[in-house]
């Protein structure tokens, strides 16, 4: 399977595990050997960024809450970037997701100040999802998740509860349909 770095796994309407329940996953790393990790872009809980990350809410984006990036390693910090214009190609403490134009990854033991340049604004995730080398193709194999490429949008998007209908509908015909499965699919 080629590189889903960049790309967003969308939890099927068959996924029963309440952690990936209608979730909207975005990869930032995948390998054969190394297996998937990402973040759930469609999750905000109520911890403002301030309260977690002192400096850091000037840059936050609405909502601005931490949103919760996954079921591992709850207590790890995640930081997505939207990147100003003149900073695509990165900078010191930033490292660009591939496939999705103007999307990094933020160092946050730098100073906010010192990134204030070069970002339009940040989103950060407390845990992330992670697969171990082939579970995630095994999982897409079975029909529990859907590939679908993502945009800067989707990681900023100001109505996460709306992402995962958008991005279904978005896909063309066939995963349109999804978007309008009822929440537990025996209630069909």
Known sequence: ??????????????????????TVVLLLAFGAAEGALGVILNRPNEVPVGELLPG????ATEPRSVFVGGPVARDNVICLARLRPSMLDGFEGCSPVTDVEGLATLDLNRSPADMIEGVDG??????????????LEGEVEAGGWLILPGTLTDAFTPEPDALWKLV????????ALYANAPPKLSMN
Do not use: C, K
Not at 1 to 22: I, Q, T, Y
Not at 122 to 134: H, V
């Open 1 to 22: 399977m080629e590189s889903l770095r960049g790309r967003l796994v969308l939890a099927s309407p068959v996924m029963l595990d309440p952690n990936f329940h209608r």
């Open 122 to 135: 940040i989103r950060i995730f407390s845990g992330y999802a992670g697969w171990s080398p082939g579970q």
């Open 56 to 59: 850091w809410e000037e840059l």
């Open 168 to 175: 279904l509908r978005r896909g063309g015909p066939r995963t």
